[in-house]
């Protein structure tokens, strides 16, 4: 029988293992319900058309606050080949 925690026991119980087997299963699983869910969204986004206008605004939105943010700011890998004379 298995009596030690599995935090601190160097041996895991053989249901723990993950084999390939698994690991494979685990991503065709997640495969299919992410094409599921696709065809889903894509099914309310065909009947209500706002809903892409509306996620279109907001990517454009947190888009440009972002450039805005960062104007005039040099990166910091670029100010090594620039002298602070010329600056």
């Known amino acids: 029988m298995f009596r030690c925690h599995w935090t601190t026991c160097s041996q895991s119980p053989a249901w723990l293992e993950i084999t390939p087997g698994v690991l494979i299963f685990g ?20 009947k209500q058309r706002w809903i892409a206008y509306a996620g279109l605004a907001i990517i454009l939105y947190v888009a440009l ?4 943010s960062e104007v005039g700011e040099i990166p910091e890998i670029f100010t090594h080949y620039i002298s602070r004379e010329n600056l």
């Open 27 to 46: 991503l065709a699983l997640s495969v299919a319900l992410m094409m599921c869910a696709a065809t889903v969204i894509a099914r309310i986004l065909q």
């Open 65 to 68: 606050t972002m450039i805005w």
